[in-house]
């Protein structure tokens, strides 16, 4: 399946979800490592939901955001890059 500019396929729905998934474990783990004595029950879980929610939406807006913007290739709106 070629990805051509300003498209988007059901693979790419996909892989944002999974990055999505990941960008979540991230926002957990660096939770638990920036808390006090790093110990997970002083973590205010309340405040951590919502930025693990906010990382998930960002990473998962951001991967189909670049697919939408990049071709098959991997140049941004079509534009190559000189080679010297």
Do not use: E, H, Q, R
């Not at 059901?10 to 892989?15: I, R």
């Not at 939901?49 to 807006?61: E, L, Q, T, W």
């Amino acid at each position: 399946m070629k990805n051509g500019i300003f498209k988007l396929y059901s693979n790419d729905f996909v892989k944002s979800l999974v990055m999505a998934i990941i960008a979540a474990i991230l926002v957990v783990v660096s939770t638990i490592v920036l808390a006090p004595n790093f110990d997970a029950f002083s973590v205010n879980w309340a405040i951590a939901g919502k930025d693990v929610i906010n990382g998930s939406i960002i990473a998962a807006v951001s991967y189909l955001v670049k697919n939408l913007f990049t071709t098959d290739k991997g140049s941004i709106l079509n534009i190559t890059p000189n080679k010297k």
